[in-house]
């Protein structure tokens, strides 16, 4: 599916998954019923399920063409990986490299690979088990990764762990990071950095810590606009309303939420559009500054606006 496609920028969205369930508490530990009654009348049944009270996300990776290179923005959880301790993660099986296909991307016609950051669902497909081995699955490719993320998680690999969340982050180390450094095209990237230009239309790879150390978001600049592939600086629509609400896997929640009130009220004041990982229905969100409003657009159509008092909490 184009995303959106202008001048030299075409941006296409390829959905590893497109409904992924989890309790509110479990994915917003400090979430007060309230925020989530609130959330969820305003919202709909688009980000939640309404039977179960479930929040509902989904897994997006980018396909970002610029003149003659192709950049791949996140490459989703992979098939296969073994992640007991982040059972939302384990074992997946989706048709993912055929949804690439039928976007007419094929694993060697992919420029660049780069991950916001290096948790399971944001690198799993960096690599595929071919013969008992887990190699690249872009030869050609050359994967970027940002230096403070890659030395945190290099860090954490040395150090070891037993069991727990840290020992999964250790296997998609070993399962989704390492062959790529052993047998792969790669490099260590600072913040700031550029990643392909043609004419006015620029992509370039800008820090934005909290969710981890070196959380990277994918920043594209065209005229007229552009668009922000924003990682997991945002989890879901209902950080929009409340965007003090950290994620649980937050390594630092305070920073987390600077970085996204930073990004939104960016947004708002650059006429930016927000592409997301995991809002569902491939929902973009696109902000108005004169009217202090944003809109999340789907696949449909459909919209839902928020009032200029909900807003106010978005930007305050």
Request: with cysteine.
């Amino acid at each position: 599916m184009i995303a959106r496609s202008r001048g030299n920028v075409e941006i296409r969205r390829v959905s590893e998954l497109d409904r992924w369930t989890f309790r509110a508490s479990d994915l917003f530990p400090q979430i007060t019923e309230h925020e989530l009654r609130a959330a969820s009348a305003i919202l709909g049944d688009r980000f939640f399920d309404q039977q179960s009270h479930a929040i509902v996300l989904a897994i997006h990776t980018y396909v970002v063409r610029i003149g003659t290179t192709t950049v791949l923005v996140d490459t989703g959880n992979g098939n296969g990986r073994d992640r007991p301790n982040l059972v939302a993660h384990h074992m997946f099986e989706t048709d993912y490299l055929e949804r690439l296909r039928a976007a007419r991307i094929q694993p060697d016609d992919v420029d660049l690979v780069i991950c916001t950051h290096l948790h399971p669902d944001h690198c799993g497909w960096n690599t595929t088990l071919r013969s008992g081995t887990w190699r690249p699955t872009f030869p050609r490719a050359e994967y970027l990764f940002h230096r403070p993320e890659f030395e945190a998680m290099r860090d954490l690999v040395i150090g070891g762990a037993d069991n727990g969340v840290q020992a999964d982050l250790i296997r998609m180390w070993n399962d989704s990071v390492q062959p790529v450094l052993d047998e792969g095209r790669w490099g260590l990237i600072d913040t700031d950095c550029v990643l392909a230009a043609e004419g006015d239309a620029v992509i370039t790879a800008r820090t934005a810590p909290g969710h981890t150390t070196g959380h990277l978001i994918i920043d594209i600049d065209e005229a007229g606009g552009g668009s922000i592939l924003c990682g997991d600086v945002i989890h879901h629509p209902l950080q929009l309303l409340f965007p003090y609400l950290s994620q649980g896997g937050d390594s630092d929640p305070s920073q987390a939420a600077e970085t996204r009130a930073a990004l939104l009220r960016r947004c708002i004041h650059e006429g930016k559009t927000m592409l997301t990982a995991h809002f569902p229905a491939g929902v973009e969100v696109s902000f108005d500054s004169q009217e202090n409003t944003y809109t999340c657009l789907g696949d449909n159509h459909s919209e839902a606006r928020a009032s200029r008092a909900q807003n106010q909490l978005l930007i305050g």
